[in-house]
T-cell receptor, first 117, second 115 residues
Framework: GAVVSQHPSWVICKSGTSVKIECRSL??????MFWYRQFPKQSLMLMAT?????????EQGVEKDKFLINHASLTLSTLTVTSAHPEDSSFYIC?????????????FGNGTRLTVT | AQTVTQSQPEMSVQEAETVTLSCTYD???????LFWYKQPPSRQMILVIR??????QNATENRFSVNFQKAAKSFSLKISDSQLGDAAMYFC????????????FGKGTSLLVTP
């Protein structure tokens, strides 16, 4: 089956620093990747949609200058949390979709737990 | 924007029994997809079952089945012969067939399975 690798699984950083999270599709080409954020015991909230080679589309309320998304290749998307603050602490999950229209399934990474101290 | 509502924050079922998780959604689209995902403590999202809106027949995957009522915009999940490994958060999700293709999730239902 299709595998999406997300790295790191967890990270602790100091307030004011930046953190990069990688999302890789290991055995398929991901036309589109999605980044979600999940607070404890809450749902997954879509942050942004990224298509390979183009700028990401951010959901309302998501600061694009704070959450930088790069989808430079068909197998890699990165989310960089810039100047992180404690309120950015959360669980971040990526998902990837191969080509094939709406029928193509989404494959999820294992998520990254970010703690900002 | 489409909204997905799961009105049961928590549910409990005894092992081997049957439980139904509720989900309703709001959309003006006629073509879309609906999903149930399971998220165990590991936080990995696992697809349980999916339903295409244009199909009248309810989807079934082994012990999991759905009751899809398009007119009522309802999409419930039935788990038969519940097992301890079914304990998890269950999320109902909507996906447009027209654009974006992102999943729009409900708030989830925490399912507890008791021996």
């Amino acid at each position: 089956g299709a595998v999406v690798s997300q790295h790191p699984s967890w990270v602790i950083c100091k307030s004011g620093t930046s953190v990069k999270i990688e999302c890789r599709s290991l055995d398929f080409q991901a036309t589109t990747m999605f980044w979600y954020r999940q607070f404890p015991k809450q749902s997954l909230m879509l942050m942004a949609t990224s298509n390979e080679g183009s700028k990401a589309t951010y959901e309302q309320g998501v600061e694009k200058d704070k959450f930088l998304i790069n989808h430079a290749s068909l197998t890699l998307s990165t989310l960089t949390v810039t100047s992180a603050h404690p309120e950015d602490s959360s669980f971040y999950i990526c998902s990837a979709r191969a080509s094939g229209g709406p029928v193509a399934p989404l494959h999820f990474g294992n998520g990254t737990r970010l703690t900002v101290t | 924007a489409q909204t997905v509502t799961q009105s049961q924050p928590e549910m409990s079922v005894q092992e081997a029994e049957t439980v139904t998780l509720s989900c309703t959604y709001d959309t003006s689209e006629s073509d879309y997809y609906l999903f149930w995902y399971k998220q165990p403590p590991s936080r990995q999202m696992i697809l349980v079952i999916r339903q295409e809106a244009y199909k009248q027949q309810n989807a079934t995957e082994n012990r999991f089945s759905v009751n899809f009522q398009k007119a009522a915009k309802s999409f419930s999940l039935k788990i038969s012969d519940s097992q301890l490994g079914d304990a998890a958060m269950y999320f109902c999700a909507y996906r447009s067939a027209n654009s974006g293709y992102a999943l729009n999730f409900g708030k989830g239902t925490s399912l507890l399975v008791t021996p």
